[in-house]
């Protein structure tokens, strides 16, 4: 079965502190990996898709790395405006466009 | 630049009674989607839709729930008697290519059925 896990659930971090947020996916065929931002009461912002293991993407202070088991998003000296939820999603087996998200992991930046 | 529109941000409605969410998606994508997400939950598929029919759905999407393009811009959810636990963030989205390119998704219609 399709499936998406990401860690933590919950992160706090003072600005400028870097960290980094995990997704592990278990997928018959990667079609894409993305990343989204959600802020409170929004819809998904789309940031990132990944292809294939080894690729990278960068934007601002966010990079996101992808192998064949999971994918990282890298943020680097967060600033506030950083906080929201961050989503991983994968197109599942079908091949419909059909997106499978995680549950998203909760960032805090504390100035 | 371009977005997915979704109207109206926020239903009331009584239990039982039918609601339609609406939504204009990307003018050149032709991949449609639903999905929702009820309060502190993950994003939950509903269906997607390509060229005037559904081609996937989830178990979620029962007979209650219907789509429609009924013109060449709008995009509808229609669920035809309203349960509480239907209650939840509904979110749009259209791709271009579907499996291949990346979706992008409204702002979201708020339903909350009493």
């Known amino acids: 079965e399709d499936q998406v896990t990401q860690s933590p659930e919950a992160l706090r971090l003072q600005e400028g502190e870097s960290s980094s947020l995990n997704c592990s996916y278990t997928v018959s065929g990667l079609r894409g990996l993305f990343w989204y931002r959600q802020d409170p009461g929004k819809g998904p912002e789309f940031l990132f898709t990944?292809?294939?293991a080894g690729e990278e993407k960068e934007k601002e202070r966010l990079k996101a790395t992808l192998t064949k088991k999971e994918s990282f998003l890298h943020i680097t000296a967060p600033k506030p405006e950083d906080s929201a939820t961050y989503l991983c999603a994968v197109h599942g087996s079908s091949n419909t466009g059909k997106l499978i998200f995680g549950q998203g992991t909760t960032l805090q930046v504390k100035p | 630049e371009p977005e997915v529109t979704q109207t109206p941000s926020h239903q009331v409605t009584q239990m039982g009674q039918e609601v339609i969410l609406r939504c204009v998606p990307i003018?050149?994508?032709?991949?449609f989607y639903w999905y929702r997400q009820i309060l502190g939950q993950k994003v939950e598929f509903l269906v997607s839709f390509y060229n005037n029919e559904i081609s996937e759905k989830s178990e979620i999407f029962d007979d209650q729930f219907s789509v429609e393009r009924p013109d060449g811009s709008n995009f509808t959810l229609k669920i035809r008697s309203t349960k509480l636990e239907d209650s939840a963030m509904y979110f749009c989205a259209s791709s271009e290519q579907g499996s291949v390119t990346e979706a992008f998704f409204g702002q979201g219609t708020r339903l909350t059925v009493v």
């Open positions: 003018s050149n994508h032709l991949y």
């Open positions: 990944l292809y294939s």
